[in-house]
């Protein structure tokens, strides 16, 4: 069980130049190296434990009033409910930004199959479960924007963290086809591709070059909502980095450290 939190705030939330009248924010915080963080039991709206609750941040930025609830990323069954409830409770969502999962221990992975298989129910299957309530509902509502975060670890995945970069890759693959599904409507779908992150899901690890912070990936994204895109990668040199590291021969690839 992966329990995430869902903050909704409503109001004048300011993300970039655009104004977002009723926003949906999954997840907050990734899980650390695959460990979730504590959750009460029972938590209340707007009082959940301090990983979850950045309310005062949100506040910060403009909106008008934060709510907090925490959701179990893996009860897919649930999802379609979650969904519900917030459009029933708060209107039409007009912006779903999707910012959980788990990086999980690719050695481990390797031989439980259990733990492989919870690496790609989080990073893809359960991503795959929201998005389409999400976009079915912003379809009804006539507008929308959805915000994925891919990996550049999904681009070509390596043998070094093939578990979690294939199901980035599933992930990226959804979502390129959600977005052309959703083309000649009003709602839209951004995929932000960040390499590596230097956070909480990554702590110990030694960056990779060309990292990114957390801020610097937020920033990013606002500016390409901000923009109308619907690809953006972090920060954007990875781009043509990677346009020739697909030309890489296999017995080079295979090498490459995560």
């Known amino acids: 069980m992966n329990r995430f939190g ?19 924010l999954l997840g907050i915080l990734s899980e650390l190296r695959g460990e979730p963080p504590p959750v009460p039991e029972k938590p209340k709206q707007a009082q959940l434990q ?7 941040a949100v506040r910060a930025a403009g909106a008008a ?18 969904v519900d409830s917030l459009v029933a409770e708060h209107g039409p969502i007009t912006t779903a930004v999707l910012a959980f999962g788990i990086l999980g221990d690719q ?10 298989v919870q690496i790609v129910q989080t990073d893809y299957v359960a991503q795959v479960s929201l998005l389409t309530p999400l976009a079915r509902a912003m379809r009804a509502a006539g507008r ?15 043998r ?16 390129s086809g959600l977005a052309d599904a959703l083309h000649g409507s009003e ?9 590596f992150v230097i956070g909480r899901m990554t702590k110990g690890m030694t960056p990779a ?23 953006v990668w972090v920060p954007w040199v990875l781009r043509p980095v990677f346009f020739a590291m697909r030309l890489l021969p296999q017995a080079v690839w295979r090498r490459l450290p995560r």
Do not use: C, M
């Open 6 to 24: 869902v903050n909704r705030w409503t109001g004048s939330s300011i993300i970039g130049s655009t104004i977002v009248l009723v926003a949906v």
């Open 144 to 158: 929308g924007r959805l915000v994925v975060f891919s990996s550049v670890a999904g681009v070509r995945v390596r």
């Open 65 to 82: 009033a934060v709510h907090a609830v925490a959701f179990d990323a893996d009860d897919l069954a649930a999802h379609g409910a979650l």
């Open 209 to 231: 070059p060309l990292s990114s912070t957390p801020q610097q990936v937020a920033a990013a994204t606002a500016r390409a909502l901000a923009r109308g895109r619907r690809l």
């Open 187 to 195: 709602v839209r779908l951004l995929l932000v591709r960040p390499g």
């Open 50 to 56: 301090i990983e979850f609750d950045q309310a005062d």
């Open 160 to 175: 070094a963290n093939y578990v979690y970069g294939s199901a980035k890759a599933g992930l990226d693959g959804f979502a």
């Open 107 to 116: 050695r481990r992975a390797e031989n439980d199959a259990a733990h492989a």
